[in-house]
C-alpha cells in the first residue's frame, strides 16, 4: 500500500512537465565553473607571488612598507579588543593560576613525602651500615669466640610485647636453634626458631632466658636472668654469700662445657656491669643486678655465632 | 552572492581576523589554539561556495599575515585553498547534511596544520613536525570544533543561506 502511495505522488511529481535547463542554463554552469577556477587559481597565483616577493624582498621594500602600514592601522582594533577582553582573559587568567597552583601545590606534597621517605631510609640505612661495622669489627677482634663464625643479619621485625627479634638470617645461611646471638656490645640472647632466610631470636630481657655467666674479676658463677619486672635489668643470680661480687663488675658468659648439657653460650661474650649487690641474712644467694651492655631497644644489626662443627 | 553578502563577509572575517590575532593567539589548553578564523571561513564557505570561501581565505589569511607581520601570502595560500575546497563540498556531498560543518571543520584544520607546516619547512623555516601534528593537533581540533556550532549559527544569522535553484531542481525532480 505505501508502495502505491509513493508510487503515485512520485508520478504526479514525475508527471508534471518538468522544465530542463536550456542549452544556455548549460553554458552558465560551464562559465561559473571556469569563473570559479579562475578566481581560485588567480588567488593561488597572488598568494604565491605575495610570498616569493615578501621572502625575498628586503625588509625596507615597498611590500614590507605596505605591510607595516596596514599592521599599524589595525593595530587600533586589536588594541580595542585587547581592551574589551582584558577582564575576560584576567578571568581566565586567574582560574588558569588557581588551577595550576593547585596541581604545584599536590605535586609540591608529593616530592616533599618522597624526599621523607629517602631521608628516612638514608637514616636507616646509615644507622645500620655503623652497626655493622662494629659487628665487622667485633668479628675481626681478640674477644670474638674461637670456633665459631659470625652470620651477620638484619633486625627485620621486633613483634610487640614479646621480648623477641626477627632476624635477616636462617637455615640457609647455617642457623640452628639455641644459636648465640651478640653484637659488638654483648650477648643479645638466642636463637628460638630458624626458618630459611629468617629466624627468631629471644632476648636476655625475656622471662624465659637464662645464661651461666661469671664475674669477670674474680670468676663468681651464677645465672643471668630476667627478673619478674619490667624492663631491661637482669639479676645475676644464683651467686653464694661467700663470693666477692662488686658494684661495676662486668659480667660475662661462662660457657661451661662440662656435663651432660653444656651452656649453649661461647665464653667471654660480655653481657652487664653490676649495678648493685645485696645480701640479706635469710637468703642464701646474693641479690645482684646487672645492666647489660647492649641497648636492647635500639637493635638494628646483629650477628648470629656458628659453630664451626657442630654437635649433632 | 551580492555585494552586501561580500560586505557582511568581508567586515566578519576582518572582525573574527583581529579577535583571532590579538586575543586567540594566546589562548592554549593543552597545546591547543582555538582558530575561530578558520571556523568562520567553513561557516561561510559552507553557505555561500567555492568563490566566496577562496575570496574569504585569501582576504583572512592576508589579515593574519599582516597583523601578525608574517610572510605575506602564506596564510593567504592555505587558506585560499581550504576555504575554496569547503565551498566545493558546500556546493556538492555536503549541501543540506547537518554534519558537513563539524566534518569540514576537523579536516580544514587538519589540512591546514600541515599546510601551513609544509609551506614553512619550504621557506626554510624551523618547524617541529612533532608540536604541530602530535603536541597541537587534537586538541585544536576539539576547540574548533567546540567553536563550530556557535560560529555557524552566528554566521548563518550573518549571511542568510541562499535559495540554490539548481539544485532545488535536481532534488524535486529525484524525489
Not at chain 1, 585587547?82 to 575576560?88: G, H, K, N, S
Not at chain 1, 666477692?244 to 653444656?262: L, W
Amino acid at each position: 500500500m505505501a508502495t502505491t502511495r509513493n508510487r503515485t505522488s512520485r508520478l504526479v511529481v514525475l508527471g508534471q512537465s518538468v522544465r530542463r535547463p536550456a542549452a544556455s542554463t548549460l553554458t552558465s554552469r560551464s562559465g561559473s565553473a571556469l569563473r570559479r577556477r579562475i578566481v581560485v587559481w588567480a588567488l593561488v597565483v597572488l598568494s604565491l607571488a605575495l610570498i616569493t616577493v615578501s621572502f625575498r624582498e628586503a625588509s625596507d621594500g615597498p611590500l614590507h612598507a605596505l605591510q607595516n602600514g596596514a599592521a599599524s592601522a589595525l593595530r587600533p582594533f586589536e588594541v580595542a579588543t585587547e581592551r574589551v577582553a582584558t577582564p575576560f582573559r584576567d578571568a581566565w587568567g586567574w582560574f588558569d593560576e588557581l588551577l595550576g597552583a593547585r596541581s604545584d601545590n599536590a605535586r609540591l606534597k608529593h616530592e616533599n613525602q618522597e624526599l621523607r621517605q629517602k631521608y628516612v631510609a638514608a637514616r636507616a640505612a646509615q644507622e645500620e651500615n655503623a652497626a655493622l661495622e662494629k659487628a665487622l669489627d667485633y668479628q675481626r677482634g681478640p674477644e670474638f669466640p674461637n670456633g665459631f663464625r659470625a652470620v651477620n643479619a638484619r633486625v627485620a621485625a621486633r613483634p610487640s610485647q614479646r621480648q623477641q627479634i626477627v632476624i635477616s638470617a636462617g637455615t640457609n645461611q647455617g642457623v640452628r636453634e639455641d644459636d648465640a646471638v651478640v653484637t659488638a656490645d654483648g650477648l643479645v640472647g638466642k636463637v628460638t626458631r630458624a626458618a630459611g632466610s629468617v629466624a627468631q631470636v629471644t632476648l636476655l630481657t625475656d622471662p624465659t632466658s637464662a645464661v651461666a655467666a661469671k664475674n669477670l674479676r674474680k670468676g663468681a658463677y651464677g645465672l643471668i636472668r630476667h627478673g619478674a619486672g619490667g624492663g631491661t635489668v637482669l639479676f645475676f643470680d644464683l651467686v653464694t654469700k661467700d663470693e666477692v661480687v662488686r658494684k661495676d663488675d662486668i659480667v660475662i658468659t661462662a660457657g661451661t662445657q662440662e656435663g651432660a648439657r653444656p651452656s649453649l653460650y661461647p665464653a667471654g661474650i660480655p653481657i652487664g656491669e653490676v649495678t648493685s649487690v645485696g645480701r640479706t641474712d635469710t637468703d642464701v644467694f646474693m641479690q645482684i643486678q646487672v645492666e647489660p651492655f647492649v641497648d636492647f631497644g635500639s637493635l638494628d644489626a646483629v650477628a648470629v655465632l656458628v659453630p664451626r662443627e657442630r654437635r649433632r | 552572492m551580492t555585494g552586501a553578502d561580500a560586505a557582511k563577509a568581508a567586515v566578519l572575517l576582518l572582525v573574527v581576523a583581529i579577535v583571532q590575532v590579538s586575543l586567540l593567539s594566546s589562548v592554549s589548553v593543552g597545546g591547543g589554539h582555538p582558530d575561530l578564523l578558520l571556523v568562520t571561513l567553513v561557516a561561510v564557505a559552507l553557505l555561500r561556495g567555492s568563490v566566496f570561501g577562496a575570496l574569504g581565505g585569501f582576504f583572512g589569511g592576508l589579515l593574519v599575515d599582516v597583523a601578525t607581520l608574517e610572510t605575506l601570502g602564506l596564510t593567504s595560500l592555505v587558506l585560499t585553498v581550504g576555504g575554496y575546497w569547503i565551498g566545493r563540498y558546500g556546493e556538492t556531498t555536503g549541501r543540506d547534511r547537518t554534519h558537513a560543518p563539524y566534518v569540514s571543520v576537523a579536516v580544514v584544520t587538519v589540512l591546514y596544520a600541515v599546510g601551513a607546516m609544509l609551506l614553512h619547512f619550504f621557506l626554510g623555516e624551523e618547524v617541529s613536525a612533532r608540536l604541530v601534528l602530535v603536541d597541537s593537533l587534537v586538541p585544536t581540533i576539539a576547540f574548533n570544533l567546540i567553536l563550530t556550532a556557535p560560529v555557524y549559527w552566528l554566521v548563518k544569522k550573518v549571511l542568510r543561506p541562499v535559495e540554490w535553484t539548481d539544485r532545488a531542481r535536481e532534488v524535486r525532480l529525484l524525489g
